[in-house]
Every structure is written in structure tokens, then in C-alpha cells.
């Protein structure tokens, strides 16, 4: 039976700790638990079983994920999802998942153009969006983190979501990827979260950062004691438009059972 969460920490992950909570929120009540792996449980020790209903891939950075995991992690990983199981990938998670990655190609010092291995997700993943979205390339900071809207097709509905630094998706020709929702942005619509079928288990892969509340971002906000002015307009965006950012994370979620 599958009744765990598991997420993704090791080297070039993120804080967790808002993927965590928002996880344990919406699972719990449904008696599955979450935990954490790291590489060494993905290719030594077999963690990746009929137990675990979905693994999470969080934020971070790509290239330390193809370094800690390389041939043998990708290919216990796709097997995983080919048995059955759901690999959803968040922001880098969702870069690493894809055909190929095009990150700040524009930008000489930021620029990343590879293939990861893993292959889930039938598209290039393509960021950032700092000029659509009117803020600073790729930064550890709320410099480049700005409220989006997206819109998920299956019902036409508007949802506000945190953005930092993830992709959006082209698709490659003859794929099987499903698009469910698009980014907003003035007047351009371009793949934000996408779903893709892979022998008994699914992909799903979010640019956005769907599990930051705006009091998770709070939280972060007063460890850093900067950037005050710019992280409070963030926030605040957030914090009115959770119930639409709560909607979208749990319309998400529901599509973690399309195989069961």
C-alpha cells in the first residue's frame, strides 16, 4: 500500500521546511506520513518502493542533483515512477526532470544549458522570467521572487502562487505531456505545471513554488533581517491570495491519485 511522502534532501537542495508543512497539512488527514531521502537512499538502499505514493523533487539547484545522483539514481527514479509511484518536481526539481534545461541563457555568469538524464518530463525547461516578470535574474534573495498568476485549464480558474526562478515548458513534438496550468503574463501564455503519463506512475513538474505561503515567506523574511521594502510587497500579495495559492496546491495534489 502506499501511504508515504518522500522528499528530496541532500546536496543543492533548498530549505524544505514550507514544502514540509504544506505536505503533512494536506496528507495527513489522509493518513500518509512524509519523510526525507537523500541520494545515497535512492541508489544504495532501495527507498524508492511500493510504499512511497510520491517522491518530491524540492527547489535548489539541478547540477548538484546530476552530480549526487548521475545514471544509477535517474534510472531507480524512473523506475519507480514505471512501477507505479508519482515523481513531482518543484522549481529545480522540475528543471532536472526535463528533456533540457535553458536557464539565464542571456546571462553569461548564470547561464546553464544541459540534459539531466532523468527525461520524465517531455519538454524544455526554459527560465527564468525575470523579464516577464519585471524583477532581478536568478538570486538567493526576494529579489527575484515575485507573486504570479497562472490559470489551470481544466476549469479556467486564476491562481496566485510564489515564483522563484522556475522554469516554464515547451514542449517537445509527438510528447504525451498534458498541460494543466499556464502562466499569466500580459497578454502571453506560456506551461507553468505539467503532468505526463509514464507506465503505471505519472510526472508532475510546477515552475512555481506552490507550497510558500506568504507566512512561510514571513518566516524567512525575519531570518534575513534585508531586503524589507521589496519582501513585504511580495508577501502581502501573498498572504491576501492564499486561499487561491492553498486551491492551486491542492489541485495539484489530487492529481498525485490519477494512477491509483
Given at each position: ?17 514550507s ?37 518530491f ?49 542571456d ?94 506512475g ?26 524589507k ?16 495559492r ?15
Amino acid at each position: 500500500m502506499r501511504n508515504k511522502i518522500l522528499i528530496y534532501c541532500d546536496y543543492g537542495t533548498n530549505d524544505i521546511s514550507s514544502l514540509k508543512h504544506s505536505l503533512e497539512e494536506y496528507f495527513a488527514p489522509l493518513k500518509v506520513s512524509y519523510g526525507t531521502i537523500d541520494a545515497k537512499g535512492i541508489v544504495n538502499e532501495d527507498c524508492l518502493n511500493k510504499n512511497v505514493l510520491a517522491f518530491f523533487m524540492p527547489g535548489g539547484r539541478a547540477t548538484p542533483y546530476i552530480e549526487k545522483l548521475k545514471v544509477q539514481g535517474n534510472q531507480k527514479i524512473i523506475e519507480y515512477v514505471r512501477n507505479g509511484g508519482v515523481y513531482f518536481g518543484i522549481c529545480a526539481g522540475a528543471y532536472y526532470a526535463s528533456r533540457k534545461v535553458f536557464f539565464e541563457t542571456d546571462i553569461k555568469e548564470l547561464s546553464i544549458i544541459q540534459e539531466c538524464g532523468l527525461n520524465l518530463i517531455d519538454a524544455n525547461a526554459i527560465g527564468t522570467l525575470y523579464k516577464e516578470l519585471n524583477i532581478s535574474p536568478y538570486t538567493m534573495d526576494f529579489n527575484s521572487i515575485a507573486p504570479v498568476k497562472v490559470r489551470w485549464l481544466k476549469d479556467n480558474q486564476s491562481h496566485t502562487a510564489s515564483y522563484h526562478g522556475g522554469p516554464y515548458f515547451s514542449p517537445i513534438a509527438g510528447s504525451r505531456l498534458q498541460v494543466l496550468a499556464e502562466y499569466e503574463l500580459n497578454g502571453k501564455s506560456l506551461p507553468a505545471a505539467v503532468m505526463q503519463p509514464h507506465g503505471q506512475g505519472i510526472a508532475i513538474a510546477s515552475g512555481l513554488h506552490i507550497e510558500d505561503s506568504g507566512k512561510s515567506l514571513r518566516r524567512i523574511l525575519f531570518d534575513l533581517r534585508k531586503e524589507k521594502a521589496r519582501a513585504e510587497t511580495v508577501i502581502n500579495v501573498l498572504e491576501a491570495e492564499e486561499p487561491s495559492r492553498r486551491a492551486l496546491f491542492e489541485k495539484l495534489m489530487q492529481k498525485i491519485y490519477i494512477s491509483r
